[in-house]
Structures are given as structure tokens and as C-alpha cells.
């Protein structure tokens, strides 16, 4: 399957690859790549399967989604990950972390308790699925965002020894703070804080974006 993708900046520069959230495409990171990234970097945000304008058909596994990300991704980037694409990053980090120079979590979805993946899929398959993302209508596949939720109660790959920057929100509806708990104590991990709820490139924007802007040099 061919990803649909949006890119920033000069071809030829180094390469971002940013993984969006559920719900959400890649336009998610419109404002970072045009305001932050794009004078230094190629930044690449697939729209996932699913979501976005890319093609919506099955499955809708973890295996798969990295299948599709590393077919276009070039053999070493830095990535950023944000809420579900922070799991897919961990996950490709696990498959082929040669592939990886450095990793960015935004508020990653880590692992659910499956009464937790349970509800949000019951709640997933009522809403209507269709939300504006990046001042962008968006239109979403309802089952695959239920298959996701219920992806996210699987147990966390090991943890691969890369450069690794995990931003967590102080409001967030995740029990966010105490997966970074967990996560301090690894060498690689650096955690940061910052205020808002969930999704931190629209409530913390300027917080987060100085985080990555110094974390990618």
C-alpha cells in the first residue's frame, strides 16, 4: 500500500519522519514542520492507514502500520512519534533500531489495560469519524481506529538503546506521568513536562516545539 505523504522542507536535508495520532493525519505536524523544522530538515508525515488520504483498508495491526512506514522511510532519520505514533515508533525502534538516529515521544499511547482499550474502542465506534485536524476537515476509518485501541493493549516491545526525548502533559487524560516514572530511570530517555492536556503541538505548542528544536540538533 502507498502512504499518502506530506513534506516540508529541502529534499536534501536531513530527514524527520513524524507518525500521528489516532484520529489524526499528518497534517499534525504542519505548524512544527513550517514554524520549527522545516529551515533545517526534510520533514516527512505520512498519513497512515486508515486515516488521512491514504488508502483505508485492512489490517490495521502494529506489524502492518510499521510494515507501511518503512517502506517509504530512507534507511536512517531522526522520527517523532505523537500519542499512537509514539507506540509505532517504539515498535519500529524494536523491529530495526539501526533505523532510528533519534527518537521523539509526544504523549505516547504506551500500553492500555484492556478494560481501558476496551472502552475507548466502544467509544471510538459511536462517535461520528470525522474531526478537523490542522484547520483541515478530516474524515477517518471508524474500524480502524477500533482495531487500534484494541492494538494498544498489547505488551510493550524491549526498549532499544536510542537517543530517545519523551515529552509527557501535566493535564493529560493518559496516566502519562506514571509511565515517564518508569521510563526516567533508562539511561537513553530523557523526560520533559509540559503543560496542557494531551495533545501538546496544540496546548504546549511552543513548550514542545523548543524541546524537539534542541533535542534534534
Avoid at 513534506?7 to 484520529?23: N, Q, R, S
Avoid at 483498508?57 to 517502506?71: G, I
Avoid at 502519562?176 to 520533559?192: H, K, M, N, T
Amino acid at each position: 500500500m502507498r502512504l499518502h505523504v506530506r513534506e516540508w522542507g529541502d529534499p536534501a536535508a536531513p530527514d524527520v519522519i513524524c507518525l500521528h495520532g489516532a484520529t489524526a493525519h499528518g497534517g499534525q505536524f504542519a505548524r512544527l514542520a513550517e514554524e520549527r523544522l522545516a529551515q533545517r530538515f526534510h520533514v516527512v508525515a505520512p498519513d497512515l492507514r486508515g486515516y488521512g488520504r491514504s488508502p483505508h483498508d485492512p489490517p490495521w495491526t502494529l506489524e502492518q502500520y510499521v510494515d507501511d512506514v518503512l517502506e517509504l522511510a530512507p534507511k536512517r532519520a531522526r522520527w517523532i512519534g505523537m500519542s499512537f505514533g509514539g507506540r509505532l515508533l517504539l515498535e519500529l525502534m524494536a523491529r530495526g533500531s539501526s533505523r532510528v538516529d533519534r527518537a521523539v515521544l509526544l504523549e505516547p499511547v504506551l500500553q492500555l489495560p484492556e478494560h481501558v482499550g476496551a472502552d475507548m474502542a466502544a467509544w471510538v465506534a459511536e462517535v461520528q469519524s470525522e474531526r478537523e485536524v490542522a484547520g483541515e476537515l478530516h474524515v477517518y476509518s471508524r474500524d480502524a481506529t477500533v482495531a487500534v485501541m484494541g492494538e494498544l493493549t498489547r505488551k510493550l516491545p524491549v526498549l532499544m538503546n536510542v537517543p530517545t526525548l519523551l515529552v509527557v502533559a501535566d493535564d493529560s487524560y493518559l496516566p502519562s506521568q506514571e509511565w515517564a516514572e518508569r521510563l526516567q530511570a533508562v539511561d537513553w530517555v530523557e523526560v520533559a513536562h509540559v503543560p496542557g492536556g494531551h495533545d501538546v503541538l496544540v496546548e504546549a505548542f511552543d513548550a514542545t516545539a523548543d524541546l524537539i528544536d534542541l533535542f534534534l540538533l
